[in-house]
């Protein structure tokens, strides 16, 4: 007897010790609060969930779920498979430690006697974590006490639910709803009774091979379904199948770039980010843009970016960084890359030509051959279409987004101060006015979509400026600051809603039309590489972008095939129950009747600023007599050209370029085309080149010589 109380006492101590060490493990609640997933959740704002990003590499953890959230067959095979009498025992299974000791002693096989309570335990408290070795007697006791301390402070489904959260499957999985993504493509109340038995079978199990994953789940699916007889050899090749899949991606979802993003900005790898995205708006932008992108496969586009701002608060509804499988360059995120804008800086041109006071809507500006000084050299604009339209209005100028009245414009106002216009309205450039010079007017600058969409939601504000934002959390820096007058802002947003001021060049049933108020504009940067259609509702501004992410140039897209559907696609969701109505004029403007002389424009009523207005609009003398002098500017009188038999007839056209209005071509006294450039396929000989007015008069000619290899009659025009 007194040998044996010293090893008592020392029972009664180590008992008491771990008993202490077992009121040290949390509550239900504090291991909830505590769960990291490794991925964070870029959500919407209500919510919903946009992107799920991996940040811990440690560990392949997903989110929470809850017990009810979890398949029924799950928790049954779970249960059966590790803990047949889990909810009869108090923590401890005595009977299965009674089982397994008579096992040892007999050297027989036996089922385990940790139950999921034990095994809990040890996955909460690191000193009672299995080794490699195993647990040792000290640690064994030690899982007992806090099983038994755990079931009493803690409810069964408490219990099952941070069980199924926190046991670990098989490599780095950890959880039931990263190994359901993982193996089996689902959430987990989606598991049916095959999947939950291999998922069963992997905690007892996790590195073994699929042969032997699929014998103990096959024995599981039998101890579930008695009545029924499960496939084993099916089971086995399904086994095979689901433990080499590698799925829950680094990143899934619909909307990787702006996740980047929030999480950049967010730091310290928060559970759940918030966005001021709405998810609905951004999976039909998404379907939308790449609907159209595999419409246009044929014209060598493959990507796409798009952005939908709040015109009132600044707020981000759906950023679209790229087209996704279709790109070749899916990480590029083009809401935020740098690109040429073409055309779509026109608006801001005007707007400050007509704050200025040097414009009006009504102004006529020249649309003929123009060759500007600059510092480089002679800078001969052209227009799209390569067709020069003659005098015109400001208002058909822009809304028909002609070129060469846009650089007459920017001589005007100077490169400059259109440069200090663009950074007002939140649009930097890299490089200053003069920099860029006349080119400036047709969008040589670079700059991203985002940027130059909100410059468009300065106008649809009135002239006022506004940072965006695209977290919940977000305080836009600068807000409400004035950068364009709010009568030109006014002025060009009622041109761009001009659908028959923008038929010389889109016609009157153009898809830039929509069936409620918006204004819009497109743009073609050089070289077809980049294609816009930007536009703002009363509520929404819209920015759409169509190109490829390398620079290559698109085939035959025009600002109404490319950008331009996507765009009015968008609109119109967003205006599906939702009217949007003209702004209200602001102070200090007046709108009058107006006429043109000679014909040039049809009688309207017309917006000015106060004290700008005028009711006639027609040609000063000596535009007038350089209006009747049209001549021919290109070729040269006594041109020789010399034709290459290596080079394609097709690839050596001559160019026929002229001034004036209503013009046409003759060859040799044949007609050959109309307008104010042609190109003519030349053959040998010698031509006289004749420009023919409106009268059917010659009113000038030139004569050329063509040498060299000649081509098929049939090919002379």
Same mark, same amino acid.
């Given at each position: 007897m007194p040998n044996r109380r010293p090893t008592a006492i020392a029972s009664v101590a180590l008992a008491a010790l771990l008993a202490g060490s077992a009121w040290a493990l949390p509550s239900f609640d504090e291991v909830r609060r505590d769960f990291h997933p490794s991925d964070t959740l870029v959500v919407d704002r209500d919510g919903e969930p946009l992107q799920r990003v991996r940040t811990d590499t440690t560990v392949r953890r997903g989110q929470w779920v809850a017990l009810a959230e979890i398949s029924p067959a799950l928790r049954t095979a779970m249960v059966l498979s590790e803990d047949k009498r889990f909810y009869e025992h108090s923590g401890v299974d005595w009977r299965a430690v009674s089982a397994a000791a008579w096992g040892n002693v007999w050297n027989t096989r036996t089922r385990g006697a940790s139950t999921i309570t034990m095994q809990l335990a040890g996955l909460l408290d690191d000193d009672l974590r299995r080794g490699g070795g195993g647990r040792s007697l000290t640690q064994k006791l030690g899982q007992t006490v806090a099983a038994q301390q755990l079931e009493r402070r803690w409810r069964k489904d408490q219990i099952l639910e941070a069980y199924l959260n926190a046991v670990p499957f098989r490599g780095e999985i950890v959880g039931i709803d990263a190994l359901s993504r993982t193996l089996f493509g689902k959430a987990p109340h989606g598991l049916d009774a095959r999947e939950a038995a291999l998922a069963a079978a992997l905690v007892r199990a996790p590195n073994a091979g699929p042969a032997l994953v699929a014998q103990r789940s096959c024995e599981l699916m039998r101890a579930m379904e008695p009545a029924s007889k499960p496939d084993c050899e099916a089971l086995d090749m399904f086994a095979s199948a689901a433990l080499q899949r590698r799925g829950f991606a680094a990143s899934e979802g619909i909307a990787p770039h702006l996740a980047r993003r929030a999480l950049k900005d967010a730091g310290a790898n928060p559970e759940t980010v918030r966005t001021t995205l709405r998810a609905p708006l951004q999976r039909f932008a998404l379907g939308t843009l790449q609907r159209h992108l595999r419409e246009l496969r044929g014209r060598n586009v493959e990507d796409g970016a798009l952005v939908v701002l709040d015109n009132a608060s600044g707020e981000v509804l759906a950023w679209i960084g790229s087209s996704g499988d279709l790109s070749r360059a899916a990480e590029v995120d083009g809401v935020l890359a740098q690109r040429q804008p073409g055309s779509t800086l026109k608006p801001f041109l005007y707007a400050e030509a007509i704050a200025e006071r040097r414009l009006t809507a009504a102004s006529l500006l020249d649309d003929s051959s123009a060759q500007i000084n600059t510092a480089s050299g002679l800078y001969i604009p052209q227009n799209y279409d390569r067709q020069f339209k003659g005098y015109v209005s400001v208002r058909t100028a822009l809304a028909a987004s002609l070129n060469v009245p846009a650089v007459r414009t920017l001589v005007m106002v100077s490169p400059e101060a259109f440069a200090r216009q663009l950074r007002s309205a939140g649009m930097p450039l890299a490089q200053s006015g003069d920099y860029y010079g006349y080119s400036l007017a047709l969008g040589s600058a670079e700059l991203s979509l985002l940027a130059l969409t909100n410059g468009y939601r300065t106008l649809a504000n009135?002239?006022?400026?506004?940072?965006?934002?695209?977290?919940?959390?977000?305080?836009?820096?600068?807000?409400? %600051?004035?950068?364009?007058?709010? !009568?030109?802002?006014? /002025?060009?947003?009622?041109? +761009?809603?001009?659908?028959?001021? !923008?038929? @010389?060049?889109?016609? +009157?049933?153009?898809?830039?039309?929509?069936?409620?108020?918006?204004? %819009?504009?497109?743009?073609?940067?050089?070289?077809?590489?980049?294609?816009?259609? /930007?536009?703002?509702?009363?509520?929404?501004? &819209? =920015?759409?972008?169509?190109?490829?992410?390398?620079?290559?140039?698109?085939?035959?897209?025009?600002?109404?095939?490319?950008?331009?559907?996507?765009?009015?696609?968008?609109? $119109?969701?967003?205006?599906?129950?939702?009217?949007?109505?003209?702004?209200?004029?602001?102070?200090?403007?007046?709108?009058?009747?107006?006429?043109?002389?000679? =014909?040039?424009?049809?009688?309207?009523?017309?917006?000015?600023?106060?004290?700008?207005?005028?009711?006639?609009?027609?040609?000063?003398?000596?535009?007038?007599?350089?209006?009747?002098? *049209?001549?021919?500017?290109?070729?040269?009188?006594?041109?020789?050209?010399?034709?290459?038999?290596?080079? *394609?007839?097709?690839?050596?056209?001559?160019?026929?370029?002229?001034?004036?209005?209503? %013009?046409?071509?003759? /060859?040799?006294?044949?007609?050959?085309? @109309?307008?104010?450039?042609?190109?003519?396929?030349?053959?040998? $000989?010698?031509?006289?080149?004749?420009? &023919?007015?409106?009268?059917?008069?010659?009113?000038?000619? %030139?004569?050329?010589?063509? !040498?060299?290899?000649?081509?098929?009659?049939?090919?002379?025009?």
């Amino acid at each position: 007897m007194p040998n044996r109380r010293p090893t008592a006492i020392a029972s009664v101590a180590l008992a008491a010790l771990l008993a202490g060490s077992a009121w040290a493990l949390p509550s239900f609640d504090e291991v909830r609060r505590d769960f990291h997933p490794s991925d964070t959740l870029v959500v919407d704002r209500d919510g919903e969930p946009l992107q799920r990003v991996r940040t811990d590499t440690t560990v392949r953890r997903g989110q929470w779920v809850a017990l009810a959230e979890i398949s029924p067959a799950l928790r049954t095979a779970m249960v059966l498979s590790e803990d047949k009498r889990f909810y009869e025992h108090s923590g401890v299974d005595w009977r299965a430690v009674s089982a397994a000791a008579w096992g040892n002693v007999w050297n027989t096989r036996t089922r385990g006697a940790s139950t999921i309570t034990m095994q809990l335990a040890g996955l909460l408290d690191d000193d009672l974590r299995r080794g490699g070795g195993g647990r040792s007697l000290t640690q064994k006791l030690g899982q007992t006490v806090a099983a038994q301390q755990l079931e009493r402070r803690w409810r069964k489904d408490q219990i099952l639910e941070a069980y199924l959260n926190a046991v670990p499957f098989r490599g780095e999985i950890v959880g039931i709803d990263a190994l359901s993504r993982t193996l089996f493509g689902k959430a987990p109340h989606g598991l049916d009774a095959r999947e939950a038995a291999l998922a069963a079978a992997l905690v007892r199990a996790p590195n073994a091979g699929p042969a032997l994953v699929a014998q103990r789940s096959c024995e599981l699916m039998r101890a579930m379904e008695p009545a029924s007889k499960p496939d084993c050899e099916a089971l086995d090749m399904f086994a095979s199948a689901a433990l080499q899949r590698r799925g829950f991606a680094a990143s899934e979802g619909i909307a990787p770039h702006l996740a980047r993003r929030a999480l950049k900005d967010a730091g310290a790898n928060p559970e759940t980010v918030r966005t001021t995205l709405r998810a609905p708006l951004q999976r039909f932008a998404l379907g939308t843009l790449q609907r159209h992108l595999r419409e246009l496969r044929g014209r060598n586009v493959e990507d796409g970016a798009l952005v939908v701002l709040d015109n009132a608060s600044g707020e981000v509804l759906a950023w679209i960084g790229s087209s996704g499988d279709l790109s070749r360059a899916a990480e590029v995120d083009g809401v935020l890359a740098q690109r040429q804008p073409g055309s779509t800086l026109k608006p801001f041109l005007y707007a400050e030509a007509i704050a200025e006071r040097r414009l009006t809507a009504a102004s006529l500006l020249d649309d003929s051959s123009a060759q500007i000084n600059t510092a480089s050299g002679l800078y001969i604009p052209q227009n799209y279409d390569r067709q020069f339209k003659g005098y015109v209005s400001v208002r058909t100028a822009l809304a028909a987004s002609l070129n060469v009245p846009a650089v007459r414009t920017l001589v005007m106002v100077s490169p400059e101060a259109f440069a200090r216009q663009l950074r007002s309205a939140g649009m930097p450039l890299a490089q200053s006015g003069d920099y860029y010079g006349y080119s400036l007017a047709l969008g040589s600058a670079e700059l991203s979509l985002l940027a130059l969409t909100n410059g468009y939601r300065t106008l649809a504000n009135g002239g006022r400026f506004g940072e965006t934002r695209f977290m919940s959390t977000q305080r836009a820096a600068r807000r409400d %600051v004035p950068a364009i007058e709010p !009568r030109a802002a006014f /002025i060009v947003g009622d041109i +761009l809603s001009d659908t028959n001021a !923008r038929a @010389r060049t889109f016609g +009157l049933d153009s898809v830039l039309g929509t069936r409620f108020w918006t204004a %819009v504009k497109t743009g073609t940067s050089k070289d077809m590489r980049d294609n816009w259609a /930007i536009g703002w509702s009363q509520r929404y501004t &819209v =920015g759409v972008w169509v190109g490829n992410a390398s620079g290559a140039p698109m085939w035959d897209v025009s600002g109404t095939s490319g950008a331009a559907p996507v765009w009015a696609e968008l609109m $119109g969701y967003l205006h599906r129950r939702e009217p949007s109505r003209a702004p209200v004029p602001p102070a200090g403007l007046v709108q009058v009747p107006v006429r043109f002389g000679d =014909g040039l424009e049809a009688a309207r009523r017309e917006w000015f600023i106060a004290g700008t207005e005028q009711a006639l609009f027609e040609l000063s003398p000596e535009a007038s007599a350089t209006e009747a002098a *049209p001549r021919i500017t290109a070729p040269s009188n006594g041109t020789i050209i010399a034709l290459d038999p290596d080079i *394609p007839p097709n690839h050596q056209r001559v160019r026929f370029e002229a001034e004036g209005r209503g %013009v046409q071509w003759r /060859i040799d006294g044949n007609p050959f085309a @109309r307008g104010n450039s042609a190109q003519w396929l030349p053959w040998p $000989g010698r031509h006289r080149i004749e420009l &023919v007015d409106a009268r059917g008069q010659v009113v000038d000619e %030139v004569r050329l010589e063509v !040498r060299g290899a000649g081509v098929v009659s049939g090919a002379k025009r």
